[in-house]
């Protein structure tokens, strides 16, 4: 194996002149070509091609299909050509705007053809520029439309005392138009002063129909977002007591009101994007509100830190990717507490995002009406529904340093090209928060096993491959920060690109979707 910093570096394929393969190697990968095979023969990339079939090699001398797969792929919106589009870094921020000018959106996603409605704080006159995110060549965003010229209205910034939401008045709808792409879009208002903030939205398919669904976690957007003051969580939240409630109807703090878009999700986004997969997107709440039922989609991606998820929810993911889709996890701490959604004081149902968490057995209502709808563990026995029946890992800590990966079964074909052995590591990839394989699950395969810290004891971090009895699988990599090794935009102090993760990504993904 190469070592040193260059090698994390290097591209993790290179073309390549000729490669024997045996019949079954070829069976495997190509099933265009069985009929022309009798016991082995030359294969060259010439004469793939001039079947049809583009190629690429790996260090372990497979000659393997190029992304796209050569399964059919499925998708609306071609992704690759959709990043041949002019792309640009404007949507970046750079003069914060602070409490001056800030807004939020009716809606967490919205269809083409649909509209939404945008409610924004502003002194000064500003402007609205519309991003869809994404790779674009490395500049990131696409700008789709421009709406000059709005008249500022100063809102009342006192939140309501019981959910931390406010009532403001509308700002400006935005009718989305019919050929806007599936995707995360950033609505930047832009004051005369050249104050800057963000409001963001999804654009969802009317009929979702690509090889990877992409699952953004807006619930766990709201319950860090600490906007009036409070939060879930009492490390951010007005005297240290956190909330049990939170309303969608405010801005996010979070990275100039973006949630935690930056922080999780648009790294794999960005790479996602920029390898050319067939993608299309959706929230939780669109997930609550039974948008898998309807999806056409081969597996389902779970992008980002999706700590909060409803019953709705869970029930929908647990049944659907043991029937009908394959899954991956590429994050850790996903399904951890489960939440409620309530009405608004309007009476719009799905605004309030309710979660006692670990005082759900003292205080939560439903501890008493209806026990399974507590908001409190899944993995609590007034529930019993642990994350890792889904994922094969679950939640087990925050380790007290990043650490290396650390390969423990290098035969397995997700390391296929890559080159590495049992005991090799990878730095950094680690960290932030980690999954285990803590009981015995029939099907789960651990692929590496990182010895970590966590507070006090000697633990393993785990990434696995969970094959399920009903013949569905799950990848699931157990650290947060496995997307930083794929496109390391906005964490180039923690995360690098790695040549290494990316082939294990490619690997896992072209699994999912056979």
């Given at each position: 194996m190469e070592k040193g910093n260059k090698d994390w570096l290097t591209e993790s394929v290179h073309n390549v002149g000729e490669t024997k393969l045996s019949r079954r190697e070829l069976l495997k990968y190509i099933p265009q070509a069985a009929s022309f095979l009798v016991g082995s023969m030359l294969i060259t990339p010439q004469l793939l091609q001039s079947m049809g079939i583009q190629t690429i090699q790996q260090k372990s001398g497979k000659l393997l299909p190029a992304h796209p797969n050569s399964t059919k792929s499925l998708g609306n919106v071609n992704i690759r050509e959709e990043n041949k589009k002019p792309g640009t870094n404007k949507w970046k921020i750079t003069k914060p705007a602070g409490s001056r000018l800030q807004g939020y959106a009716s809606d967490f996603s919205v269809q083409p053809d649909g509209s939404i409605t945008f409610?924004?704080?502003?002194?000064?006159?500003?402007?609205?520029?519309?991003?869809?995110?994404?790779?674009?060549?490395?500049?990131?965003?696409?700008?789709?439309?421009?709406?000059?010229?709005?008249?500022?209205?100063?809102?009342?910034?006192?939140?309501?005392?019981?959910?931390?939401?406010?009532?403001?008045?509308?700002?400006?709808?935005?009718?989305?138009?019919?050929?806007?792409?599936?995707?995360?879009?950033?609505?930047?208002?832009?004051?005369?002063?050249?104050?800057?903030?963000?409001?963001?939205?999804?654009?969802?398919?009317?009929?979702?129909?690509?090889?990877?669904?992409?699952?953004?976690?807006?619930?766990?957007?709201?319950?860090?977002?600490?906007?009036?003051?409070?939060?879930?969580?009492?490390?951010?939240?007005?005297?240290?007591?956190?909330a049990y409630q939170v309303s969608f109807n405010r801005p996010f703090r979070n990275y100039y009101g973006s949630g935690l878009f930056f922080q999780f999700e648009y790294n794999l986004i960005r790479w996602l994007e920029k390898e050319g997969y067939s993608l299309t997107y959706f929230t939780d709440w669109d997930i609550h509100n039974d948008i898998l039922e309807h999806v056409n989609i081969k597996a389902l991606l779970i992008a980002g830190h999706a700590e909060y998820w409803t019953m709705k929810m869970r029930k929908s993911v647990e049944k659907l990717s043991a029937t009908k889709?394959?899954?991956?996890?590429?994050?850790?701490?996903?399904?951890?507490?489960?939440?409620?959604?309530?009405?608004?004081?309007?009476?719009?149902?799905?605004?309030?995002?309710?979660?006692?968490?670990?005082?759900?057995?003292?205080?939560?209502?439903?501890?008493?009406?209806?026990?399974?709808?507590?908001?409190?563990?899944?993995?609590?026995?007034?529930?019993?529904?642990?994350?890792?029946?889904?994922?094969?890992?679950?939640?087990?800590?925050?380790?007290?340093?990043?650490?290396?990966?650390?390969?423990?079964?290098?035969?397995?074909?997700?390391?296929?090209?890559?080159?590495l052995r049992n005991g090799d590591k990878i730095p950094g990839v680690i960290g932030g928060e980690v999954d285990s394989y803590v009981r015995p699950i029939p099907g789960v395969e651990v692929i590496a096993k990182s010895p970590v810290n966590l507070y006090g004891k000697r633990k393993l971090a785990n990434v696995v491959w969970y094959q399920k009895p009903t013949g569905k699988k799950c990848f699931s990599v157990g650290t947060f920060y496995w997307n930083w090794f794929l496109d390391p935009i906005h964490h180039t102090v923690q995360g690098r690109r790695n040549k290494h993760i990316e082939t294990i990504t490619r690997n896992a993904l072209r699994e999912l979707i056979k």
């Open positions: 409610y924004v704080h502003s002194k000064k006159p500003y402007r609205m520029e519309i991003y869809r995110m994404g790779y674009y060549g490395g500049a990131g965003g696409r700008l789709m439309k421009v709406i000059d010229g709005i008249h500022p209205t100063e809102q009342i910034l006192n939140p309501d005392p019981n959910n931390f939401g406010v009532s403001w008045a509308p700002s400006q709808v935005l009718r989305i138009p019919s050929d806007w792409p599936t995707g995360v879009y950033l609505n930047k208002l832009v004051n005369t002063e050249g104050r800057e903030s963000y409001i963001i939205f999804v654009v969802v398919e009317t009929s979702p129909s690509a090889d990877y669904g992409i699952q953004i976690a807006t619930n766990s957007y709201h319950a860090y977002d600490n906007w009036g003051g409070k939060s879930l969580y009492g490390y951010n939240s007005s005297f240290g007591k956190q889709f394959n899954l991956a996890n590429f994050s850790a701490n996903v399904c951890y507490w489960q939440v409620r959604y309530h009405e608004d004081a309007t009476g719009r149902p799905d605004r309030l995002l309710v979660s006692y968490k670990q005082f759900a057995h003292k205080m939560d209502p439903y501890r008493l009406t209806n026990k399974q709808l507590t908001t409190a563990l899944w993995r609590d026995p007034v529930i019993n529904m642990p994350e890792d029946s889904i994922f094969g890992v679950m939640y087990t800590g925050i380790p007290k340093a990043t650490v290396p990966m650390v390969v423990s079964d290098a035969n397995h074909w997700l390391y296929d090209g890559t080159g």
